[in-house]
């Protein structure tokens, strides 16, 4: 798999993580990308270990502070 520059996630995993910020649900990122809610899940365990961190909301603010997602990237109410 190939991996980010600005991280070690994989592209795949910045792919979920991007949708993920923007505050879509497990099963509207698994549609968007073409993939299974199992596999959203699976990557989003995989984010959350290479960021040591337990939830969304720290894994899009630990993105957001490492620059990997630019804070116009996610949704604003």
């Known amino acids: 798999m190939k991996k980010n520059k600005k991280s070690d996630l994989t592209a795949r995993e910045l792919d979920v993580l991007k949708e993920m910020v923007q505050g879509k649900s497990n099963k509207v990122i698994g549609k968007t990308l073409f993939i299974t809610q199992h596999t959203v899940k699976a990557h989003l ?13 720290e894994a899009a603010m630990r993105a957001i502070d490492k620059g990997i997602i630019l804070h116009q990237d996610s949704e604003q109410p």
């Open 45 to 57: 365990t995989q984010i959350y270990k290479k960021f040591g961190v337990t939830n969304r909301t």
